[in-house]
Each structure stands twice: as structure tokens, then as C-alpha cells.
């Protein structure tokens, strides 16, 4: 499946592409509907092909927390500046935002059970807290005998 799919079935489930010019407009409509904004930063999917399978996932997560979050994919040509912003420091990457404040972020492909888990947590954590990457790089999953 190529990105331009993807991006074409994001639309269809009501996902926006936002840029440096219209996210903030898409994080004060999230705000006003009382749900956490969740920025899709996927990268170059040649370069990053989990991508696709992050952006096939979040439509799913959106449906999952029944209306807790709303859901955007940041325009390739803004990446840089909105991730620098974010602090997204690998793609892809699902950033987390409430009224102003970044509540962290996810990178990679992960497991059904770890999304929820730490989406929940970003959901209920206190506000005021700073925010952290809330999964690691590092991919749980190794070869036997690899140590990093």
C-alpha cells in the first residue's frame, strides 16, 4: 500500500493533513471539543515504512478512545519545523497536545496493548507534568543474543 493511499483513506475517516499555518487552528478545535490532538509526523515512507502502519493505526486508536482523541497528519513540508516544535526525534511518530502543552510522544509501530496503555496515560496524567517520549526507540522485540 503507498503513503498517498494511506493519506487518501485518512481523509475519508475525517484526518486532516494540517501544516505549520493551520495547527494551531486544528489544536484549539480539539481543545474546545474537550479531546487530546493527536499529530501524525510520518516521515519519508520510502525511508520509514512503518509510516504506513502507524497511519493505518490511527484511525483505529481515534475509534478506540470514543472520542477522547482527534487526529491530524503533519504535511511533509512542515515535519521539520512542527517536530522540532513537538520534539519529535524519529519517525513516525504520534504527538500528543492539549491545550498547548505537547503530553508526550510515541515513535515507531507498536503493539495494540502498549498504544492503549500509554495513551491512556497521557490521557490521565495530571496536566503540568513535562512531557516525555513515552515509548522508547529502542524496539522491545530482539534477535536472541543482541544486546544493546
Known amino acids: 500500500m503507498e503513503f498517498q493511499q494511506v493519506k487518501h483513506d485518512l481523509a475519508r475517516h475525517g484526518l486532516p493533513e494540517v ?29 520509514f515504512p512503518e509510516a504506513i502502519d502507524v497511519a493505518v493505526v490511527l484511525p483505529e486508536l481515534i475509534a478506540a478512545f470514543q472520542g477522547r482523541l482527534r487526529g ?17 526525534r524519529v519517525q513516525p511518530t504520534l504527538i500528543f497536545v492539549a491545550k498547548g502543552e505537547t ?16 495513551i491512556t496515560k497521557l490521557i490521565d496524567r495530571p496536566r503540568g507534568q513535562s512531557a516525555a517520549v513515552a515509548v522508547t526507540i529502542v524496539p522491545q522485540h530482539r534477535a536472541p543474543g543482541v544486546e544493546l
Open 19 to 47: 501544516d505549520a499555518t493551520t495547527v494551531d487552528r486544528f489544536l484549539g478545535a480539539a481543545d474546545d471539543a474537550g479531546a487530546i490532538a493527536v499529530l501524525l509526523s510520518a516521515g519519508d515512507p520510502a525511508r
Open 72 to 88: 491530524a497528519v503533519i504535511a511533509r513540508s512542515d515535519e521539520g519545523a512542527l517536530g522540532q516544535r513537538f520534539g519529535v
Open 103 to 118: 503530553l508526550g510522544l510515541i515513535a515507531k509501530i507498536q503493539d495494540w496493548s502498549i498504544y492503549v496503555d500509554r
